[in-house]
């Protein structure tokens, strides 16, 4: 028998489909507008996820990428390169800028742009960690003082939430200097309390926050022995679950002292990651 919210969605993708009219789909505390043509199969597999996890009682919210019926993100993003750990190579093929998004090269971050083709919109920073410095000459460039309380990234970050943008893709954000690496998951904190959503890029990882919410991965992103870590952020949280990893978790307290959470791996399978109260850092392999 189908559920009510199969009926809810098939009643209203019916609907779209006949009129070619516009949707909208709640995504944590968004309502994202969407061409139904171009997202059908995403939803149908969201569908097929919350069946998988109702089944293990939970309810979770799977975190889809809205498109329009050109192919193009709704949600227009800011990406931000900054001067850590980064593979002009990966940062080519990951780093899709499309009309409306906004790139931004934070200091160094421009010699791994210009080493992917890519043009920023804006440089910005004290210039310290630059080697390429004949190329500012043809770009907008706005300098930063040496002595200053935020950081490059940040400062950057700022720049992006004050052009509207609320999504942000940050690479070159991991390894290099630690405490600029501690400095950029602070930011990932800075931008969740305004509303905004960030994800670092890396040394091979991915890293982001959820807090009070759930996260699905879907079968393509969960391949077999690709590693995640989870750890509690800013406190301990409580309610974590995780299903489908190879360890598994129901309803912990996962207390930020203990790192239980460190060196886990997706099986394959649909997966999802819950706290209940609290905040979570992720860490995922890129592959």
Partial sequence: M?????NAYNARMEVCRRSGAWGARRVGKMTLPYSINSVEQKVRQALALADFY??????????LDFEDMKG????????????????????????VIK?????????????????????????LGDMDSLRTREALAAL?????????????????IKEGLSAGFRKFELYGALGGRLDHTLAN????????NRGARGTLYGDGLSVFLIRNESISFVADEAKCGRRISVFAFGGDADGVSEVGLKYTLDHVLLKQE??????????GRHAMIEVQNGMLLICMEIK
Avoid at 54 to 63: F, K
Avoid at 140 to 155: C, G, I, Q, Y
């Fill in 72 to 95: 193009q993100r709704i949600m227009k993003k800011c990406v931000i390169v900054g001067a850590g750990v980064c593979d002009s190579g990966q940062l080519r093929k990951r780093a």
């Fill in 140 to 156: 907008s460039v706005k300098r930063l003082p040496e002595e200053k309380d935020d950081t490059d990234m940040l400062a950057a």
């Fill in 99 to 123: 009309e409306g998004d906004l790139c931004i090269a934070a200091d160094g971050g421009l010699d791994y742009l210009l080493e992917a083709g890519i043009t920023p919109d804006i440089v």
């Fill in 2 to 6: 189908r559920s009510p919210m199969h």
């Fill in 258 to 267: 203990f790192p239980v959470g460190v060196s886990n791996e997706f099986t």
């Fill in 54 to 63: 109702s089944a293990h009682g939970r309810r979770v919210i799977p975190l």
């Fill in 185 to 192: 998951i602070q930011s990932l904190l800075y931008l969740l």
